[in-house]
Nanobody, 126 residues
Framework: QVQLVESGGGLVQAGGSLRLSCAASGRTFSTYVMAWFRQAPGKEREFVAFIRWSSGGTYYADSVKGRFTISSDNAKKAAHLQMDSLKAEDTAVYYC???????????????????WGQGTQVTVSS
């Protein structure tokens, strides 16, 4: 089993920044990929960003490209999401996810991820 715990959410004004972190524990050696998803009220969970542990390869949703940056700390088995130039439409619960298979860079479907964190709320006021 792998446990994921997110932190760093909060309330920020439009144009501001937040940095989310996801700490992985347990059988982390079984994971290949970390990703961030988000879910706004009344909407489906959507992909935000992806990073592969081994190569550092990344992929972003078009809606966040150029504003968000995903990174990883392999030694600590942690993933981070730096969010800049935040907009009201970025308001959502943000989840980190891990995959135990070497899924391709750019895998955006929730069903391809095996473990999920509990989520952290991000609210952007306009």
């Amino acid at each position: 089993q792998v446990q994921l715990v997110e932190s760093g959410g909060g309330l920020v004004q439009a144009g501001g920044s937040l940095r989310l972190s996801c700490a992985a524990s347990g059988r982390t050696f079984s994971t290949y990929v970390m990703a961030w998803f988000r879910q706004a009220p009344g909407k489906e969970r959507e992909f935000v960003a992806f990073i592969r542990w081994s190569s550092g390869g990344t992929y972003y949703a078009d809606s966040v490209k150029g504003r968000f940056t995903i990174s990883s700390d392999n030694a600590k088995k942690a993933a981070h999401l730096q969010m800049d130039s935040l907009k009201a439409e970025d308001t959502a619960v943000y989840y980190c996810a891990a995959a135990t298979r070497p899924i391709p860079v750019g895998t955006t479907t929730t069903g391809d991820y095996d473990y999920w964190g509990q989520g952290t709320q991000v609210t952007v006021s306009s």
